[in-house]
């Protein structure tokens, strides 16, 4: 939405750089962690998601990494480009005794540098 | 393409009245969620159903309830509407068969409800 990212954090990257973008998770039962992009004006796009039993994960021109001992997470992406600029959440996957839903971390709003 | 479409981009309601949000996705998705989005707080789960006339409850159902009563449609309902309940408001859907990933869920493009 329009006004989603006022209270972000703002990570700001050259075009044709890459990004690092970090995310820091609670729950050491999460057996999935996703990254979505939010764009202006429109709603959450999914990325990229890795099991827990893994520590890397590469799509086309994003990689995610996963560290258990410290819990965290991040989201590289390489030679980044003026349509990456978005908001990106992190999300981690909570099993109930009767559902299965996902929590999304507040964003990171990534600026790219012209 | 896969496409979830939610009945207004913008809507400005009374406090008191009763608002009714629409959502309709056409993949043939057995899940369905409605978040809102507040700044500073990220999305949050309302509701969720896994398949027609079920539904779960999300981490803040308050003063909300919802409805399916067809598989593509999922409606949102704020009883009796109330100034902190100005949000963006986004649907999503996903598959439970697909063989993609179980958290990849598709999102419309939400609806900016103002209670005055």
């Known amino acids: 939405g329009e006004s989603v990212g006022l209270h972000l954090p703002t990570l700001s990257v050259q075009e044709g750089d890459n990004s690092i973008i970090n995310c820091a998770y609670s729950?050491?039962?999460?057996?999935?962690f996703i990254w979505y992009k939010q764009e202006s004006g429109k709603g959450p796009q999914f990325i990229i998601d890795i099991r827990s039993n893994m520590d890397k994960r590469q799509g086309q021109r994003v990689t995610v990494l996963l560290n258990k001992t410290v819990k965290h997470l991040s989201l590289q992406i390489a030679a980044t480009q003026p349509g990456d600029s978005a908001v990106y959440f992190c999300?981690?996957?909570?099993?109930?005794?009767?559902?299965?839903?996902?929590?999304f971390g507040k964003g990171t709003r990534l600026h790219i540098l012209p | 393409d896969v496409k979830v479409t939610q009945s207004s981009r913008y809507l400005v309601k009374r406090t008191g009245e009763k608002v009714f949000l629409e959502c309709v996705q056409d993949?043939?998705?057995?899940?369905m969620f409605w978040y809102r989005q507040d700044p500073g707080l990220g999305l949050r789960l309302i509701y969720f159903s896994y398949d027609v006339k079920m539904k779960e409850k999300g981490d803040i159902p308050e003063g909300y309830s919802v409805s399916r009563e067809k598989k593509e449609r999922f409606s949102l309902i704020l009883e009796s509407a109330s100034t902190n309940q100005t949000s963006m408001y986004l649907c999503?859907?996903?598959?439970?068969?697909?063989?993609?990933?179980?958290?990849?869920?598709?999102f419309g493009p939400g609806t900016r409800l103002t209670v005055t």
């Open positions: 729950n050491s039962a999460s057996d999935y």
């Open positions: 999300a981690e996957n909570i099993r109930g005794n009767r559902d299965d839903k996902i929590i």
């Open positions: 993949m043939d998705h057995e899940n």
């Open positions: 999503a859907s996903s598959s439970q068969t697909s063989g993609r990933s179980p958290y990849e869920q598709y």
